[in-house]
Every structure is written in structure tokens, then in C-alpha cells.
């Protein structure tokens, strides 16, 4: 079993900057994969940035150079710098981690921050 746990969500300013953070704890697993998705009031859940193991990242159009991603692996934990905010920024955002425990592998998703973005 894996756990995640999301903060840094809160009210900013259009214009202004958060950091979300997510880290994921348990016993003997290992991460493949870690993303963010946003999901706003009476919409679908959508992708925002993931990064892999190896580095890979990519973003949803919606948030290129504005929001950057990182991890840190030796702490289990995701980051995602959103600067620029603009009000339709405002939602929800879950972490998600595909994990391998015992060789098997699991998605498991974090309660969710909200983000608030004011004009």
C-alpha cells in the first residue's frame, strides 16, 4: 500500500505562483511514473505534467511553460512549480504515482489540493 499526500494548494492572485507538492510513503515499492491532473468544477479529471523514473516529462498544452515539473527520488516526492496563474488554472489537483510493489504494478492517487486563482 502506497500513500500520497499532496500541499502547497491555496488562493494566489492571477499572475502569481504556488508549488504543489506530493509525497508518496509505504514499504517496498518502488515508482514509475508520478503526474499531476487538475479537475475543475463539473469537468472531466485532466493530465497536467508527469515525469518518469528516467526523467521523461511532458506537459498538457494548457500549462506549457508556465508549470514545471520535478521529483526527487530519494524522497519519494513530486513537485509542480505553477507560475503565471491565470483563473482558469483554478481546480483540484491530484498527484498519481504508478508504483511496482512485489513485482505487480499499482496506481494510486492523493486526496487532492485545491487551487484557487483569483482575476
Do not use: H
Not at 29 to 43: R, T
Not at 102 to 110: S, V
Amino acid at each position: 500500500q502506497v500513500q500520497l499526500v499532496e500541499s502547497g494548494g491555496g488562493l494566489v492572485q492571477a499572475g502569481g505562483s504556488l508549488r504543489l507538492s506530493c509525497v508518496a510513503s509505504g514499504s517496498d515499492f518502488s515508482i514509475d511514473v508520478m503526474a499531476w491532473y487538475q479537475q475543475a468544477p463539473g469537468k472531466q479529471r485532466e493530465l497536467v505534467a508527469i515525469i518518469t523514473k528516467g526523467g521523461r516529462i511532458n506537459y498538457s498544452d494548457s500549462v506549457k511553460g508556465r508549470f514545471t515539473i520535478s521529483a526527487d527520488n530519494a524522497k519519494n516526492t513530486v513537485y509542480l512549480q505553477m507560475n503565471s496563474l491565470k483563473p482558469e488554472d483554478t481546480a483540484v489537483y491530484y498527484c498519481n504515482a504508478d508504483v511496482v510493489i512485489g513485482g505487480k504494478g499499482f496506481r494510486y492517487w492523493g486526496q487532492g489540493t485545491q487551487v484557487t486563482v483569483s482575476s
